[in-house]
T-cell receptor
Framework: GAVVSQHPSRVICKSGTSVKIECRSL??????MFWYRQFPKKSLMLMAT?????????EQGVEKDKFLINHASLTLSTLTVTSAHPEDSSFYIC?????????FGPGTRLTVL | GEDVEQSLFLSVREGDSSVINCTYT??????LYWYKQEPGAGLQLLTY?????DMKQDQRLTVLLNKKDKHLSLRIADTQTGDSAIYFC????????FGKGTRLHILP
């Protein structure tokens, strides 16, 4: 089946720095990728929809200037957490859509000190 | 390893109840979830149940949890055309494990 990878799997950074997370579809092209953040009890919450070659669509309440999304190619979308703060510490998961099916990446654990 | 399984398709007549079933393997999860994916859209959390509950009702949605059998179900009462979507069962605390999704098709 289709494979989606994320890099890095874990990252620890200092408060105020920026962190970039990559999401790649390894064996298929994905015009649409999704970024999720995991919250306790609420589980995964959709942050934004990333469309290749155009601006991402952000969900209500998600700061687009803080969570920069770039979908520069059909196999790569990046999420950059800018000026990270401890409250940004979370598990970030991407998914890539092929037809009607979504394939999930393994996730990235971000810890901001 | 951890696994979540659900049937891939379900067809229901408009106005009837839909019941989507799911089985899981990790009995240590604190929460279990149901997500809805509409065509072309990302997953949206539909509802969740705490693992020490047997049932949760939210308007047309009823979630039943049989922890002994590791079985979770989602019942949608009075199914409407707008309920046509793919429904994902998920469990896990630190790492979320998803089922492959059940495509709900509404018959006129």
């Amino acid at each position: 089946g289709a494979v989606v990878s994320q890099h890095p799997s874990r990252v620890i950074c200092k408060s105020g720095t920026s962190v970039k997370i990559e999401c790649r579809s390894l064996d298929f092209q994905a015009t649409t990728m999704f970024w999720y953040r995991q919250f306790p009890k609420k589980s995964l919450m959709l942050m934004a929809t990333s469309n290749e070659g155009s601006k991402a669509t952000y969900e209500q309440g998600v700061e687009k200037d803080k969570f920069l999304i770039n979908h520069a190619s059909l196999t790569l979308s990046t999420l950059t957490v800018t000026s990270a703060h401890p409250e940004d510490s979370s598990f970030y998961i991407c998914s890539a859509r092929q037809g009607d099916t979504q394939y999930f990446g393994p996730g990235t654990r971000l810890t901001v000190l | 390893g951890e696994d979540v399984e659900q049937s891939l398709f379900l067809s229901v007549r408009e106005g009837d109840s839909s019941v989507i079933n799911c089985t899981y393997t990790d009995s240590s999860s604190t929460y279990l979830y149901w997500y809805k994916q509409e065509p072309g859209a990302g997953l949206q959390l539909l509802t969740y149940i705490f693992s020490n509950m047997d049932m949760k009702q939210d308007q047309r949605l009823t979630v039943l949890l049989n922890k002994k059998d590791k079985h979770l179900s989602l019942r949608i009462a009075d199914t409407q055309t707008g309920d046509s979507a793919i429904y994902f069962c998920a469990e896990g605390d630190d790492k979320i494990i998803f089922g492959k999704g059940t495509r709900l098709h509404i018959l006129p």
